[in-house]
């Protein structure tokens, strides 16, 4: 993605594209990694001395709301963030802890509705130990 496509993507959504949200952004779109809000300020704060964790933070819930990234919340105490597009489940390794994106077709995914109830979110993962731990 492009800058000019970042800020295109920020201001189709509503976002004022400051320099700052801008960063954050392409960041995600960048690191497919589900990073946490440490991981974004151990990269940035480098490079943006003027940068916040308080300012990711809050960057982060406006981009959540406008749904252009969603929030992965595997375990209880560590929040990551995902810029992926289509819906996916995914994996969590229990031993060293990567989180993999599965696109596998789940019928699941596509429900808006299921017994009546309407569904708007999706969180759904699975968790075992991931091809590169198997391997050792
Ligand atoms: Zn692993
Ligand atoms: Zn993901």
């Given at each position: 993605m492009k800058q000019?496509?970042?800020?295109?993507?920020?201001?189709?959504?509503?976002?004022?594209?400051s320099y700052q949200r801008m960063k954050i952004f392409e960041y995600l779109v960048k690191n497919r990694t589900h990073p946490t809000v440490e991981d974004i300020y151990r990269y940035l704060s480098s490079r943006i001395p003027t940068l916040s964790k308080t300012t990711i933070y809050n960057t982060l819930k406006v981009f959540v709301d406008k749904k252009i990234i969603s929030q992965v919340t595997v375990e209880e105490?560590?929040?990551?963030?995902?810029?992926?597009?289509?819906?996916?489940?995914?994996?969590?390794?229990?031993?060293?802890?990567?989180?993999?994106?599965?696109f596998h077709k789940c019928s699941?995914?596509?429900?808006?509705?299921?017994?009546?109830h309407s569904v708007d979110e999706h969180h759904l993962y699975l968790k075992g130990l991931c091809k590169n731990c198997r391997k050792n």
């Open positions: 000019a496509d970042i800020m295109k993507t920020l201001e189709d959504n509503g976002i004022q594209a105490k560590e929040v990551r963030y995902d810029f992926s597009e289509g819906a996916h489940l995914h994996f969590k390794c229990k031993k060293c802890g990567e989180l993999y994106d599965i699941l995914l596509d429900e808006k509705e299921i017994d009546g």
